[in-house]
């Protein structure tokens, strides 16, 4: 399958710094990639849709100045946590989307961004 | 987006077949049925994908009846390494479209020697 990579695998950040992962797609390109946040022992749930070229959409309840996303081109996207705070320590995990046939599009995840905030 | 229903956990032993079934009633005409699979502090990872009837890949089978509001995974022989969080995802996958999907809280599957 399609690979995804994250970088950095782990941070750890003091409150109030800002804190950028980096999400690419190695082997194909991907218009739309998606952001989760997973806390521990709970599922992923969805933060934001992020667009080649355009705005990112954001699910409701997640903070647009706080989260930024950026996807600068078809193979890379990136989230900045903003002023992170002890709260914001979770898993981030993102994904992108495999264009295919009609219905045969698949989304492949990357490895995960352990974050830490103090 | 169609909600989905899976069992929290299940036990199985090595050497078994593995069965988790996956309720989805309000699954609509365009949606494709996907499984992933996460192991801890990890992103989860596909497994298998599909539409109706069966699919058959070398790690798994998936069974679709024709009402399409359930489906099941189907694990040949597991092994102590399939021990992991299943999720069953349910979402528009039609080309091109801007369709996400929505994690539920999945099945945990413990097998033991």
């Known amino acids: 399958g399609a690979v995804v990579s994250q970088h950095p695998s782990r941070v750890i950040c003091k409150s109030g710094t800002s804190v950028k992962i980096e999400c690419r797609s190695l082997?194909?390109?991907?218009?739309?990639m998606f952001w989760y946040r997973q806390f521990p022992k709970q599922s992923l749930m969805l933060m934001a849709t992020s667009n080649e070229g355009s705005k990112a959409t954001y699910e409701q309840g997640v903070e647009k100045d706080k989260f930024l996303i950026n996807h600068a081109s078809l193979t890379l996207s990136t989230l900045t946590v903003t002023s992170a705070h002890p709260e914001d320590s979770s898993f981030y995990i993102c994904?992108?989307?495999?264009?295919?046939?009609?219905?045969?599009?698949?989304?492949?995840f990357g490895p995960g961004t352990r974050l830490t905030v103090l | 987006l169609a909600k989905t229903t899976q069992p929290i956990s299940m036990d199985s032993y090595e050497g078994q077949e593995v069965n988790i079934t996956c309720s989805h009633n309000?699954?609509?005409?365009?949606?494709?049925i996907t499984w992933y699979q996460q192991f801890p502090s990890q992103g989860p990872r596909f497994i298998i994908q599909?539409?109706?009837t069966k699919v058959t890949n070398e790690v798994a089978s998936l069974f679709i009846p024709a009402d399409r509001k359930s489906s099941t995974l189907s694990l040949p022989r597991v092994s102590l390494s399939d021990t992991a969080v299943y999720y069953c995802l349910v979402g528009v996958s039609y080309g091109g479209s801007q369709g996400n999907l929505i994690f539920g809280k999945g099945t945990k599957l413990s097998v033991k020697p």
């Open positions: 082997d194909f390109q991907a218009t739309t």
């Open positions: 599909g539409y109706k």
């Open positions: 309000n699954i609509a005409t365009n949606d494709y």
């Open positions: 994904s992108a989307r495999e264009p295919g046939g009609p219905g045969t599009d698949t989304q492949y």
